[in-house]
């Protein structure tokens, strides 16, 4: 270990590189993208965007106001109703969203740089996970972009003309999204509204903005009509109350807490009723039986905790494991902790970087240090890492109840809950275990038998179940049931929603 207490060296994976962009960071005016141009924001004010692995600033961007809001908001407007955009062949539009996807994947690499180095994470898991889901997104939307279609019933009475339904462009979209995935939410929500003829105004993290500002530049290369795409970087209860509570927006699409969702949900009430995706927070289980591969469930337990350091919407976090198996699966999961690397996310060999900030470091450790008073033990971790940046250690809880904190509030750190079931628990009651929570994103399943596993699909209540590994796929809907969500992302399902039907009675 060095002298910071990270496990490896904080060298950059291409110091040339990253020295660029460092510089080039440093001097980027703070600006907001509106109708096609780069301007500052109509208060001047600012805002630090900081390193999570030093606590260093990086760069500054503007601090958007509703006055921000309002401009971005009329330009997109704009460019919907008088614009181009929704009115082009599909096609072309597909074609604009292939050239955007092609310009993002010629500067993959100083993508995952900017990501490492604005929200922390591993440049092998953006290279890895990131960067390929989000542009198989793009591109998967961009196909979509021609199959969006309307309706002709058959004839269903006897007035003479015709009858059949439009699907629309839905209108001026807002885009809120959290840091843990800046780049991918951002392009996913993006290419949606984009596919189906929207505008947009996107709000990003302010925690980790920088990949959205550079998305948006790279639509002004490719051709995108001025006013299409607009970018206001902000605070949350600033820029992002204004957007959910603009009379003039049609839909919100917004990834973040569910905290967050509900204030959204009754601001679009209270204003203008606009529609909304909301992808929210999670506690997902992972179910271990004693007949799974207790190999390969352990390494992609203990991978999945500490991908973007716990700070994964998804991310297994309860894990109830079988008694019997309880003490050989601990076992194999310590070992694959201790082999986890730590060190900036842009560090060569790195595993897992920090976490974003001290804020959220100290929060997870409030909810750590509450069940370590009612009775769970830390078989690993259990705190931060001391030295600069917002590092944490990977932590393994056990003796851990339902009731406790850890096992019920969305920690987004990398903290592994586990409790044990009975071995002769059924299906029904293994399910219940799990479904104990009000949230429902995500579940994990490690089981052989097809019984237990088809039994546990149908009683999961969760807007997706992995059994045996992996993660999602730009192609699958994506989303949760309970407090974790409203609707689902992806394909031609997330498209939907992006759309809105028009039935048309043509008489003559
Ligand atoms: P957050 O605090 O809810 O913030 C998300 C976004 O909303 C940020 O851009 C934030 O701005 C903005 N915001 C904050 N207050 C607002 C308000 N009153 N009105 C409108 N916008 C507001 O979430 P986060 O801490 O950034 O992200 C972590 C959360 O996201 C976790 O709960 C995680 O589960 C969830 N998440 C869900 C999914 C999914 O697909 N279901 C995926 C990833 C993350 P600021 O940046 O300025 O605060
Ligand atoms: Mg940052």
């Known amino acids: 270990m060095n ?46 965007v900081d390193d999570p692995a030093t606590g260093e600033r990086i760069a500054r961007i503007a601090a958007g106001d509703a006055d921000d809001v309002d401009r971005a908001v009329a330009a997109a407007r704009r460019a919907f109703r008088d614009g181009p955009w929704p009115r082009l062949p599909p096609s ?12 993002i994947e010629r500067e993959q690499d100083e993508f995952a740089l ?33 199959k969006i279609a309307g309706e002709v019933p058959m004839r269903a009475s006897e007035q003479a003309g015709m009858d059949y339904f439009l699907r629309e462009p839905i209108g001026v979209v807002a885009i809120v999204t959290p840091w843990n995935a800046p780049f991918l939410m951002v392009l996913q929500k993006l290419a949606a509204a984009l596919a189906a003829g929207c505008t947009v105004v996107i709000k990003p993290a302010e925690l980790a ?20 795409v607009n970018i206001v ?39 203008n009723l606009k529609r909304m995706v909301l992808e929210l927070g999670g506690k997902s289980p992972v179910l271990v039986f004693a007949d799974a591969d207790l190999d390969k469930a352990a390494r992609a337990i203990v991978g999945e905790i500490a991908f973007k350091s716990g700070q994964y919407c998804a991310a297994g976090s309860r894990l109830f494991v079988q008694r019997s198996i309880q003490d050989a699966l601990l076992e194999r999961m310590q070992a694959a902790m201790d082999g986890i690397r730590i060190g900036a996310g842009y560090a060569q060999g790195s595993d897992m970087g920090p976490m974003i900030s001290q804020r959220q470091r100290e929060r997870a450790q409030a909810i750590v240090d ?46 592994l809950t586990v409790m044990a079931f009975d071995d002769d628990a059924t299906p029904a009651q293994v399910a219940a275990l799990a479904n104990d929570s009000h949230y429902g994103l995500s579940a994990k399943l490690w089981a052989r038998d097809l019984g ?8 999961l209540q969760s807007g997706q179940v992995i059994v045996n590994g992996g993660g999602g796929e730009a192609t699958l809907p994506f989303g949760g049931v309970k407090q974790s969500g409203y609707g689902r992302e992806n394909g031609h399902v997330g498209l939907s929603a992006y759309t809105e039907i028009k039935a048309v009675r043509l008489g003559y």
Not at 5 to 34: H, K, S, V, W, Y
């Open 92 to 103: 072309r539009r597909a074609a604009a969203l292939f050239a955007l996807a092609d310009a």
């Open 3 to 48: 002298d910071d207490n990270r496990d490896i060296a904080a060298m950059p994976d291409n110091g040339e590189a990253f020295a660029r962009l460092r510089a080039q960071l440093a001097t980027q005016a703070p600006a907001l993208l509106i109708d096609g141009r780069w301007q500052a924001c109509a208060s001047g004010a600012t805002l630090e």
């Open 209 to 228: 903005p920088l990949s959205a500002l550079r998305i948006g530049e790279l639509c002004r290369h490719v051709g995108i009509p001025d006013g299409v």
């Open 370 to 415: 509450h069940s370590l008073g009612e009775g769970a033990q830390a078989l690993r971790g259990g705190r931060a890492r001391p030295g600069p940046g917002y590092f944490y250690e990977p932590t393994l809880l056990t003796q851990a109840t339902p009731k406790m904190r850890i096992a019920r509030e969305e920690i987004f750190a990398p903290v």
């Open 114 to 146: 900017l990501e490492a180095l604005d929200a922390g994470h591993s440049l092998a898991s953006i290279r890895r996970g990131d960067l390929p889901l989000g542009l198989r997104s793009l591109r998967d939307y961009a196909g979509w972009a021609t």
């Open 452 to 459: 237990t596993v088809h039994e546990l699909i149908g009683r």
């Open 233 to 271: 970087t902000g605070t949350g209860p600033t820029a992002g109350q204004a957007l959910a509570e603009h009379a003039d927006v049609d839909l919100i699409s917004f990834t973040g807490s569910t905290q967050v969702g509900q204030s959204i949900m009754a601001a679009a009430a209270r204003s």
